[in-house]
Structures are given as structure tokens and as C-alpha cells.
């Protein structure tokens, strides 16, 4: 879903402005946000929000950690994929629009843990 992250500052640091390429059903559109914490090796956070107006399109923050479990001798780690908003979609259902939200922060795990 989130197709490609377009960094729009010099430096990639907390505050910086982000361009996000969504995909869905084969259909690309922008949505804009910022970059809100970064901490190598443990997690980021980033807003994503409409192009139209920060209150319309599901405006969000998309956190992702990861920690270290167990003994340090296995090397384990956990993931975690979460995301907070507000669901403002008139024609989509709170509950359908969770069920979505469900699968996006799973298959965004998925990904990035099949990268680690």
C-alpha cells in the first residue's frame, strides 16, 4: 500500500516532509506527512494525511519498533506495526475500515520483516 517514501529534506530527521506513493488496486495517488521520530535500529513514526485537507481521507501516524526479546543469545527480536487515526470515511464503515487497517500494519510487518 505505502508503494515508495519521498523524503523532501536535505537531512532524513524527525520533522522532515515526506511525500507517500500509495497504492491500490492498481491505482497510484500522494498523500503528504512528516517524519516524526527516527530511532536507528529500534523504530520510526511518520503522519500520513490527505493532499485535500489534514482532517478528510483517514489522517493517521504509522508507528513501527522493533525490540529485542528474550536472551540476547538467540538473537530474537519483535516486531510491532501500529497505526492511530481518525476514521472519517462516510462511505467506508468503521469496522470494514478496521479489518483494512488490520491487514495493511500485517502485511507492512510482513515486509519488513521478510528485509531484516
Known sequence: FHERVIVQ???FRPGADLILVHRLLGFRFLRFG???TWR???GYA???LSGR???HGFPHVFFCSIESVGDSALHRSRLTVSVRGKWTSPWVSRRLGMCWL???C???ARLLAKML
Open 9 to 11: 529534506a536535505a537531512e
Open 40 to 42: 536507528e535500529g529500534h
Open 34 to 36: 512528516r517524519l516524526l
Open 46 to 48: 511518520f503522519s500520513d
Open 53 to 55: 485537507d489534514k482532517r
Open 102 to 104: 488490520r491487514y495493511v
Open 106 to 108: 500485517y502485511e507492512h
